[in-house]
């Protein structure tokens, strides 16, 4: 249910998504697509989010990165701190809000392609 509340917000914000169900089918995804970022769920079946992202991080080339955002329920510190030493970027938790969503795509990636830019604010 989650993952289809985050597909749905992603498309309201204007980027194209998809849902990997597992962390072995996202690493393949991710050798295979030209994502821009992923959003990475710590509690994947199999595999986990921090195994994946710790697997990627040692596939990825030199002059390479793929921003990699945690997308997790575990706020705690040592949540945040695990992620960063697997290599991801940066860490969204949940609930996630749209406006916290739409700032952290935006920061890591900018606005979707075609989107209008935002009005100058006064």
């Known amino acids: 249910v989650n993952q289809r509340v985050i ?3 992603l498309r309201r914000l204007g980027y194209g ?3 990997a ?3 072995e089918q996202a690493l393949d995804r991710m050798r295979h697509k ?7 769920d710590m509690q994947l079946p199999g595999v986990d989010g921090l195994e994946a ?3 990627w991080r040692a596939e990825e080339g030199a002059g390479q990165h ?3 955002i945690a997308l997790t329920a575990n706020a705690m510190s040592s949540d945040r701190e695990a992620c960063h030493r697997a290599g991801m970027d940066d860490f969204l938790g949940k609930p996630v809000e749209m406006a916290q969503l739409q ?3 935006q920061r890591w990636i900018g606005a979707p ?3 209008a830019p935002a009005p100058a604010q006064g």
């Open 66 to 68: 793929l921003p990699i």
């Open 53 to 55: 992202t710790r697997r």
């Open 34 to 40: 030209g994502y821009r970022v992923v959003l990475m």
């Open 7 to 9: 597909l749905g917000m």
């Open 113 to 115: 392609a075609g989107a």
């Open 21 to 23: 169900p597992d962390g």
């Open 17 to 19: 998504a998809e849902i």
């Open 103 to 105: 700032e952290l795509l």
